[in-house]
């Protein structure tokens, strides 16, 4: 199999092995193979693909909406900002700043922000 050239964890390699679309993915990852594609960016492509089959909720191989990829986008994206600010509340220190640099102020606008979206 394809996965097990870019997958060396056992939970990693299970993961892309039982998911949706296996087949139809390890073509794809074998096309990129052909064109000289880098390793890197093979397995960067692999998690993108488990990714969106998992998000756009694909088990078998049919046409996809350009209003369901809309949809999707804005699951993840909403999605994508909670997890930022669970993040931003757990990493606020008492001097103002985070673990990631980041004032007061910014995670302030990223909060009020995810208040806007939901």
Do not use: W
Not at 10 to 21: E, G, M, V, Y
Not at 74 to 103: E, M, P
């Amino acid at each position: 199999m394809v996965f097990d050239q870019y997958f060396s964890l056992p939970a990693a390699l299970a993961r892309h092995q039982s998911a949706p679309l296996a087949r139809e993915r390890e073509r794809f990852l074998t096309h990129l193979e052909a064109g000289g594609t880098g390793r890197q960016t093979i397995r960067t492509a692999a998690c993108y693909l488990l990714q969106i089959i998992q998000i756009l909720g694909l088990r078998r191989l049919r046409d996809v909406t350009p209003e369901e990829v809309e949809q999707a986008a804005n699951r993840s994206s909403r999605l994508a900002l909670r997890l930022l600010v669970v993040h931003l509340d757990c990493s606020t220190t008492h001097s103002g700043k985070g673990q990631a640099g980041l004032s007061q102020k910014t995670v302030r606008g990223v909060k009020e922000r995810h208040d806007r979206s939901t």
